[in-house]
């Protein structure tokens, strides 16, 4: 009940409506993603996800209603139709209670509240249980398991201006990584366009979805000057502040290099502008955000612009796992921010990701159950440090787990002993640093080389030791904030070497030296950044899976809207091919695509059709 | 952190389970902004001066309910409650009241985790529906009728305020009560007989005495006492109903 998941405002995707479909969602999904999608999860991903509202629904979920009772969805950002599923603006708080609520229903559900996971188990290329720390005590506890899933969520807190929780810290991602798992995308990681300065709270795009606008120091509505206007009319899909956060948060950082964004205490800003709306929508559509701007940093949203600025909020890349959940090391599952299903691609769209946690954490938990049951592993159906009652073969393999725990629960105790080095928050502000100055928005060759070097000596400096006050057990947080350190420094080094291997521009990862474009030729593929120990990872690249729809140029706005038109054209002249507008969202077949291109060039749109219809 | 405003002294309870007999206070320096909070307060002290300091947090933004405590003797959010609302101090921060406390600010929430089930705080459905059934229809104004009492965060501060609790800590107490009530009032549940026994009970809502205070320090609104309160009655109804027609069953 305390996940990240509960500061989510916006909306969860899921195609509601009569003029949506199930292709418009996968389109808006991969496009916005910039093509890095796995064209082959992302379909039964949307086909999925409605369900799952549905689900939540019927447990309680007290999703927002029109006047007649039904679902109302909202429009988000980079996305055609109205599909944002949300409660008010607190729909992850709303979904996380909903399913906590639902899980005291069964009483076999045990929960190990306040364990610190700091280390999988894996015996023989198989996970066996993980290691974790009981924190109100400090003893370490071995948790036997046949299958593990990782729910840790992002890594958002490498660096120094982020929207996320205190417990994003990703280290989930990184015990994976250290069992040779590779992490895949890592350099792509989402700026919210609208957050606090300083703090970094997040202003949720529901208050762009609801028609509020940003505006530069001198008024202008500057992201017209971006490809993403003409400004009017204003509220539309997929055009100006409803573009994508990428786009949004890239016009912020040349409006600041500019000079035209407005100094604060905590940095420069620009204002989110949402007098317009009046007093009574703004209340009654967006109270969190009323209250958050009259706390936080003392403005009154009905009467003044909110000053909000870009901050890291969503890591795209993690775990890679297929469409089940399960990842490359046997008995092992991710779901949610830390895995990389392949949906996202090099940019999450909003309200994708509340979808996400609900379709991959029902395969995750299915495939993982399904394993166990079928005797995936000798222990199955062991977990905790139960006596044995079972075979010879079951209590050996219980010393063993523990024998594999030993060291590495002495490693991390022998952190209480060190007396030299320097302290956690010391050491963890450096990081963040570097992973704001040369990982931030635009990145440069230059620039990321030295991020990897930084990198490598705070590893070292950490390897050295750090210095901690507290060397007692008791829920002693600076220790497992050091754990949590010496796992975040290794994901900031994936972070930036996957960053310099990715010579193009694509999604969030913008490279303002030689490589400002995209570069289909080379870079079409994934990036896996593989552990190598003490030593910089090993970066290899593999194949991104399309299968219906190929990459074209990522526009919004008016040339979107011209994509669109163009492409409707072709579409009669096509006369309603018989593959396009397939109800299960497997898209066009090749041949649909090559004539769309043709006839269209560069901007030709795949299922224009899908999109012309959706739209309002 | 923005330009400093001043100084402000924190006087912090201090107590460790391995060596502190007793809570003890700490008095910190601590350096605030226009902006900066009760916690950040409390981090600046675990970054920079004492890295033994121990506290829970999580959100920063009021929605997580990790890092409640007693800021000048009121439940409150740290994140949630300014420096400069309190400056120049001395600002006392304590555990939250009526919870045992597991280290310095670190209170043990188990007691009321195992309330929220015992009133069974989820959704029991008319009847089975299936996601094929689609969504049930539900009209703003029966929405309405829960709504506030849906937006507990769980942050225990009702439970701190509460006198009844403090005597009494068989008491369900507010937020446990309410999210019975949320459940109850909710169009969509069939839950209600299954749950009032318990409710009906001295445990349960009979044991408020009505002094509201869970209400006033409720950061999101659910104002427990109002969701207490309209139980009785129809607690007060099953009660009478259960004497006149006992024996029908």
Not at chain 1, 420 to 444: C, D, K, P, S, T
């Amino acid at each position: 009940m305390r996940s990240h998941t509960v500061a989510a405002e916006g909306g969860a995707a899921g195609v509601a409506r009569a003029d949506d479909t199930l292709a418009a969602h996968f389109d808006d999904t991969v496009r916005g993603g910039d093509w890095l999608s796995d064209q082959d999860v992302v379909e039964p991903f949307v086909a999925a996800c409605t369900d799952e509202m549905v689900q939540l629904e019927q447990w309680g979920c007290p999703w927002s209603r029109q006047a007649d009772g039904s679902i109302h969805v909202r429009f988000f950002g980079g996305m055609t139709a109205q599909r944002s599923w949300y409660a008010a603006d607190k729909t992850g708080f709303h979904m996380l209670h909903t399913l906590f609520q639902t899980s005291l229903r069964f009483p076999s559900i045990e929960r190990f509240d306040e364990y610190f996971c700091a280390e999988l188990l894996v015996d023989d290329g198989e996970v066996c249980g993980v290691l974790a720390f009981a924190i109100a005590s400090g003893e370490p506890v071995v948790l036997r398991a046949p299958a593990v899933i990782l729910a840790t969520g992002g890594a958002g807190r490498l660096f120094a201006q982020n929207t996320n929780a205190g417990i994003v810290t990703g280290e989930g991602m990184a015990m994976a990584y250290a069992h040779g798992v590779p992490l895949r995308d890592m350099e792509f990681v989402q700026w919210h366009p609208t957050a606090l300065p300083g703090s970094g709270i997040l202003i949720t795009e529901g208050c762009r979805g609801e028609g509020g606008i940003l505006t530069n120091r001198d008024g202008e509505r500057y992201l017209e000057n971006y490809g993403l206007g003409p400004a009017e009319p204003w509220p539309r899909p997929k055009a100006m502040e409803l573009g994508p956060r990428d786009r949004l948060s890239q016009a912020f950082w040349h409006e600041d290099q500019a000079g035209r964004t407005v100094a604060t205490p905590q940095g420069s800003a620009v204002h989110l502008d949402l007098r317009h709306l009046g007093e009574q929508r703004i209340l009654e559509r967006l109270p969190m955000i009323t209250h958050i701007a009259r706390h936080f940093v003392g403005v009154d949203p009905v009467t003044a612009p909110i000053p909000v600025r870009p901050a890291v909020h969503y890591t795209m890349g993690g775990i890679p796992t297929a469409f089940s959940g399960a990842t490359e090391l046997t008995g092992l599952f991710a779901a949610g921010e830390c895995a990389s299903t392949g949906i996202h691609g090099a940019n999450r769209l909003g309200s994708n990701s509340l979808a996400e946690i609900l379709v991959f954490g029902r395969n995750a938990g299915e495939t993982a159950a399904r394993w166990v049951r079928d005797g995936g592993d000798a222990g199955a159906g062991a977990g905790w440090q139960r006596s044995d009652h079972g075979s010879s073969e079951r209590s050996a393999r219980a010393r063993s787990t523990v024998k594999l725990a030993e060291p590495a629960a002495e490693r991390w105790l022998g952190l209480l002993r060190n007396d030299e080095g320097m302290r956690v928050a010391e050491l963890r502000e450096a990081m963040q640093q570097i992973m704001e100055h040369e990982v931030g928005i635009f990145r440069n060759g230059a620039g990321l080389q030295h991020a990897c070097n930084e990198l490598a000596e705070l590893r070292e400096r950490y390897r050295r030791g750090v210095r901690l006050d507290d060397r007692s057990r008791a829920f002693n947080t600076e220790w497992l904030s050091a754990i949590e350190l010496g796992y975040a420094l290794q994901l900031a080094e994936a972070m930036a070497a996957s960053a310099l291997a990715r010579q193009e521009s694509r999604g969030a990862h913008m490279r303002n030296d030689a490589f400002t474009e995209r570069d289909d030729e080379r870079f079409l593929v994934h990036t896996l950044a593989y552990s190598q120990g003490q030593g910089p990872p090993q970066i290899r690249h593999a194949p991104v899976t399309i299968t219906s729809s190929l990459p074209q140029s990522r526009v919004y706005g008016a040339a979107a809207e011209q994509q669109t038109q163009q492409a409707q054209q072709v579409q009669e002249a096509h006369d309603q091919g018989p593959s396009v507008v397939a109800a299960g969202g497997s898209a066009a077949a090749t041949g649909d695509i090559a004539t769309g291109e043709r006839a269209t060039g560069e901007r030709g749109e795949t299922a224009g059709s899908r999109e012309g219809a959706a739209r309002e | 952190m923005s330009e400093p405003c001043g100084e402000i002294e924190l006087q912090v309870q201090r107590y460790h389970p391995e060596h502190d007999a007793q809570p003890y206070w700490q008095t910190y320096h601590v350096p605030y902004s226009y902006d900066m909070s009760v916690l950040e307060g409390l981090q600046y002290v675990k970054d920079r001066l004492d890295g033994t300091l121990t506290f829970r947090w999580s959100c920063r933004m009021a929605i997580c309910g990790t890092c409640g405590c007693m800021i000048d003797n009121q439940p409150a959010l740290a994140c949630h409650s300014f420096l400069r609302d309190f400056a120049p101090g001395p600002l006392r921060i304590a555990p939250l009241a009526h919870l045992p406390i597991v280290r310095d600010l670190v209170i043990d929430p188990s007691d009321f985790l195992e309330k929220m089930g015992r009133v069974q705080a989820y959704l029991q459905p008319q009847e089975a529906r299936t996601p094929a059934d689609g969504p049930y229809r539900q009209r703003p104004a029966a929405m309405a009728a829960y709504y506030d009492h849906a937006q507990c965060i769980n942050c225990l501060l009702c439970y701190a305020a509460c006198p009844q609790y403090d005597r009494d800590r068989s008491f369900i107490g507010p937020a446990a009560l309410a999210l019975a009530q949320r459940y109850n009032l909710d169009d969509r549940d069939g839950g209600r007989h299954a749950r009032q026994p318990l409710l009906n009970s001295e445990e349960g809502v009979w044991g408020c005495t009505l002094v509201g205070s869970c209400s006033q320090v409720c950061p999101q609104g659910v104002d427990p006492a109002r969701a207490i309160n309209r139980n009785k009655l129809p607690s007060a109804l099953d009660w009478l109903g259960s004497k006149l027609f006992r024996r029908r069953g």
